[in-house]
């Protein structure tokens, strides 16, 4: 069983920064993924940016330079540093992680969501 506890959410101005954080917890043998997506109110969830345990990153269309996620693997953490925010930022803000557990199976986890709200 692997947890994902996400913190950093809340209401900001435009033209504001927020980081958000991710720890995983658990039976974690190895993390090969660790990423966040966003789910506004309507709209499907899409992928905001992840990174490998190799450091290779991958974001969204809509990030355009202004966000950018880092990883401490020693502490299977992620952060996702969002600059230049916008109002269409506003959305629920979920970490997901990939990797093999103790026993060697596959975990796929999500963490609860953390809201974003990016508001004047």
């Known amino acids: 069983q692997v947890q994902l506890v996400e913190s950093g959410g809340g209401k900001v101005q435009p033209g504001a920064s927020l980081r958000l954080s991710c720890a995983a917890s658990?039976?974690?043998?190895?993390?090969?993924?660790m990423g966040w997506y966003r789910q506004a109110p309507g709209k499907q969830r899409e992928l905001v940016a992840a990174?490998?345990?190799?450091?290779?990153?991958n974001y969204g269309d809509f990030v355009k330079g202004r966000f950018a996620i880092s990883r401490d693997g020693a502490k299977n953490t992620v952060f996702l540093q969002m600059n230049s925010l916008k109002p269409e930022d506003t959305a629920v803000y979920y970490c997901?992680?990939?990797?093999?557990?103790?026993?060697?199976?596959?975990?796929?986890?999500w963490g609860q969501g953390t809201q974003v709200t990016v508001s004047s």
């Open positions: 997901n992680a990939a990797g093999k557990v103790w026993t060697g199976q596959r975990f796929g986890s």
């Open positions: 658990g039976s974690i043998n190895s993390i090969a993924t």
């Open positions: 990174i490998t345990n190799g450091g290779s990153t």
